[in-house]
């Protein structure tokens, strides 16, 4: 096996998504060491932690057995609420939901319900999109933002990208207290009630049996 610059990042992703849902209180430490590998260094540290790569470029530990759930994509098992998530806004075709390594502050994205093309995301989830960009605008006070669509494991997102004078868009990992603080700024309330945040879903079992080892 010989990865390339992408599916490095791909799979890059998926285990710092892995490492996220561990107990271990060195993550950090492991999440920052994965990052900096090369590579040809991921494939060694694949090979040490017994960590297979399919041919879609999904990871699963050997001797486990695959899962419907690890086969879904991470954005997908958010839709569900089966990985806890900051969610700003809902519709019926969409959430919106607060990037947990943003481009820049208040960095969010409005994921569809269904499962589809990227060229096929719901008009509503682009109106949704919009809305969540005017109330950053009112709220954070960005020179401008970028509405783009992509997709990440084949699931089609939209980014919401502030942009500010005289801060370039880096890609960081946001503290659990700035997320909470944006959450409350941003998010859609519901009439008459308050919307409870998001309950931590409980690791997967094929995430918590991963001991992952640091040379």
Known sequence: MTLTSEQSAEI?????QQVE?????????????????????????LKQNKIKVSETNQIQQEGQPQSSQSDKPVFESIVKGEIPS???????KSIAILEINP??????????KEK???????????????????????????????????SFQDYPMINIIPLYKDQQLKKEKASEKDLQKLQ??????????????????KPLKSLTEIGFRVP
């Open 86 to 92: 900051y969610k700003i806004a809902e519709n019926n």
């Open 184 to 201: 409350s700024k941003l998010e859609t309330k519901k009439r008459g009630s308050r919307e409870k945040k998001p309950t931590p879903a």
């Open 103 to 112: 481009l820049s502050k208040g960095h969010s994205i409005v994921l569809p």
């Open 21 to 45: 849902q561990l107990p271990q209180e060195n993550k950090e430490e492991i999440k920052e060491y994965i990052k900096q590998l090369n590579p040809q260094q991921l494939e060694d540290f």
């Open 12 to 16: 890059k992703e998926q285990v710092l």
């Open 116 to 150: 589809v093309s990227t060229e096929k995301i719901p008009k509503s989830a682009m109106t949704l999109a919009q809305k969540i960009a005017k109330k950053i605008k009112t709220k954070l006070k960005p020179e401008d933002i970028k509405i783009e669509t992509s």
